[in-house]
């Protein structure tokens, strides 16, 4: 009976996987086009833009993300602009939207200080290098700034993306019904928390140990270097069309 | 290649085409403090000049002043004849007025660090073809063929596949040498080369370095290698608190040190 119950609960739950993956992967996608655009305003030296992110930092790191999805979501329908504008109210009435805007904001910035700290960490000399070989900035950035500092920054990244996974559990709170939302309605219905938030809890731990065994996975791809030195009648590497 | 260039200019000097680099009366503060205080220098095509001088004489800042690593606060710099154009900043300080100038003349003046600074992600091989495919766009294969030869030359072929860390000082030297050669440089600075080296991995660097003058490389080697500076190179400068102290042939430099300072430093050395 029992082990019914969880099976039947398991699938439910299951069912409202690919939501909760909908929204998980446009909040880190878009968040991840918002972090670039921060980090670069962060880095470009005028003193506008780095006072621009640093606020946008401070409240968005600084404040609950739940907060951020009820002003999102209950907040801005209040102003008549917003519920009159033909382009913010078809983004702001949809709750969907809103957890996506929502999260893609707050983690931007996250990553945006996750990346400003690893194009800090790239080693000066490797970067003299780069220009003393007369290579111009774009090069420069393409071929040594930008691929130290993603494998500087690819762990406290997986960790972000990890933290976002369990985010999408606040989608709930807004009317989606994403795996947490799904629980929730079974636990109401059933009164059997235990095992209804047990399956949840399982579903999200299996998730997050994909996530960080792909990121483990191209975290080994990346960082030869930083591995023990390969024996000597080990592999010839060709060497890659692109650098 | 680049011998034969050299060669054939030792052998029909016209006079105008002789100067490798030129440095005219070149400047540099940091904050309060004058590192360089008007330094001059002339380099032939062949020439392979040691200059010494000990920590604080402004040895390293004149070099990478030259390649506009740090930009000089005044003075002119000449590479091949070409003079590198300067405008004043918005904060009243000199840059450089056409980046594409400084990276066309950068691509001809090879660097060799003293932290070596390999890029840490690619292999030897790819450290070597990075610079030539992308800044002189060359073909892939013909970089790729240039530089095993090279690696060849350098004794390190058989690590042409590993990742620079996973390499001794003495094997990361010699790959950056290689890699500056890659670059078929008119010039090559070298930025103390040995000096972040174990003692016994100093020769091996020393001997590649050598082999480079005696074909006829124009070289511009900071030091502290007496040796180097006083068997290898073609002149000796020594600097001394930001200016020039003394130029001149190695062998009478070393056998008669022509100014009190010079022969303090050298003394200091024999100890």
């Known amino acids: ?243 | 290649m680049s011998a034969n260039v050299a060669a054939a200019a030792k052998a029909t000097p016209p006079p105008e085409d002789k100067s490798a680099i030129s440095v005219r009366d070149m400047r540099k503060c940091f904050g309060d403090h004058e590192v360089l205080k008007g330094i001059s220098l002339e380099a032939h095509k062949g020439d392979v000049i040691s200059i010494l001088g000990s920590s604080g004489s402004g040895k390293s800042t004149m070099l990478r002043c030259i390649n506009l690593l740090e930009t000089p606060d005044s003075g002119e710099v000449r590479v091949d004849g070409e003079l590198i154009r300067m405008k004043q900043g918005r904060d009243g300080r000199q840059m450089p007025a056409d980046i594409r100038q400084v990276e066309r003349i950068r691509a001809n003046l090879a660097m060799v660090f003293q932290s070596f600074n390999l890029w840490s992600h690619m292999t030897v091989l790819e450290n070597l073809v990075a610079a030539p495919t992308h800044v002189l766009k060359r073909p892939r294969a013909e970089c790729l063929e240039q530089a095993e030869i090279l690696l060849k030359r350098v004794g390190i072929w058989e690590r042409r596949n590993y990742y620079p860390p996973h390499m001794s000082g003495g094997q990361q030297q010699r790959a950056a040498i290689a890699r500056a050669l890659a670059m078929n440089p008119k010039v090559m600075l070298f930025d103390e080369p040995t000096s972040a080296l174990d003692p016994e991995l100093v020769g091996e660097v020393l001997r590649v370095m050598r082999s480079l003058a005696e074909e006829g490389r124009t070289m511009l080697v900071v030091t502290h290698e007496m040796g180097f500076a006083r068997d290898v190179s073609s002149k000796v400068m020594f600097l001394h608190k930001g200016e020039v102290d003394s130029v001149g042939e190695p062998k009478e430099m070393f056998a008669r040190p022509p100014t009190p300072q010079f022969k303090q430093f050298i003394a200091n050395f024999n100890k």
């Open chain 1, 1 to 243: 009976m029992a082990f019914d119950f969880y099976l039947s609960t398991m699938w439910s739950v299951l069912k409202a996987l690919p939501l909760t993956l909908e929204i998980w992967f446009f909040g880190i996608a878009f968040g991840l086009l918002i972090a670039t655009g921060l980090t670069w305003l962060r880095a470009s030296g005028y003193k506008l833009g780095e006072y621009f992110t640093r606020a946008y930092v401070f409240i968005f790191r600084g404040s609950p993300l739940l907060v951020q999805l009820y002003l999102i979501y209950f907040g801005l329908s209040q102003f008549d602009f917003v519920r009159h504008s033909p382009v913010l109210w078809p983004i702001l009435r949809d709750p969907m939207y809103c957890t996506i805007v929502a999260m893609a904001l707050n983690t931007a910035a996250y990553e945006s200080e996750i990346f400003r700290g690893a194009l800090r960490a790239v080693p000066v000399g490797q970067i003299e290098a780069a220009k003393a070989f007369g290579m111009s900035a774009f090069t420069r950035f393409r071929l040594v700034t930008l691929p130290i500092a993603l494998r500087l920054a690819l762990p406290a990244y997986s960790t972000e993306i990890i933290l976002m996974t369990k985010a999408t559990a606040l989608a709930s709170v807004v009317t989606i019904m994403e795996m947490m939302g799904t629980a929730q309605k079974i636990q109401h219905d059933t009164f059997r928390p235990i095992e209804v938030l047990t399956c949840a809890g399982v579903i999200y731990l299996l998730l997050n140990l994909s996530i960080a065994r792909i990121f483990a996975w191209v975290e080994y791809r990346l960082s030869p270097h930083l591995r023990p030195p390969p024996e000597q009648s080990q592999q010839i590497r060709p060497v890659p069309e692109v650098l």
